[in-house]
């Protein structure tokens, strides 16, 4: 079932997948990485002109990482703004994506904080390093397949 974004996306031959609606009617959409700088433009001009969440999980342990993106439309004296739904699905052993915070300023801590969780490389991101752990941690939290360690060393601040 295809929604009026997808419509528009291929009346204008931008590669996507239609994937359904969520419970409250958002669209939500798959793009593949290598789509995703152009087609996040085309949805800058399309009028998404605000990243309202990203955020990533892990698809099954071994398997996918995604990360998604709530996108909405801000407009003066509208009652129920379009948003849609973006899923973009990587592999777990090369995990990159293009970065969107060149479109979207909002992307920048949002984007850190699934990398430092999860490995998930957002390319050509200015500042893409650990945000709630420490530099030193090593492996992503975040993933099925981690294994936290026994111990953890407490260390000082000052």
Known sequence: MK???????????LAHRP???????????????????????????????YLRSQCAYDVAPGGLLAS????????VNTDQPEEVCIKVFVPRDNP???????IWKGANFQERESYDMLGILYESHPCLKRILMPESWIGWPLRKDY????FYEIQDSH
């Not at 969520?22 to 998404?48: N, P, R």
């Not at 998604?68 to 407009?75: D, F, Q, R, S, W």
């Open 147 to 150: 294994i936290a360690p026994d």
């Open 19 to 49: 994937l359904g609606f969520d419970y409250q009617g958002t669209e939500t959409l798959q793009i593949k990485s290598e789509d995703w700088a152009s087609i996040a433009v085309a949805l800058y001009v399309y009028g998404f002109n």
């Open 68 to 75: 998604v993106y709530h996108l909405t439309i801000i407009k």
């Open 96 to 102: 990159k994506i293009p970065s969107v915070l060149r």
């Open 3 to 13: 929604g009026r974004l997808s419509v528009w996306l291929a009346k204008h031959k």
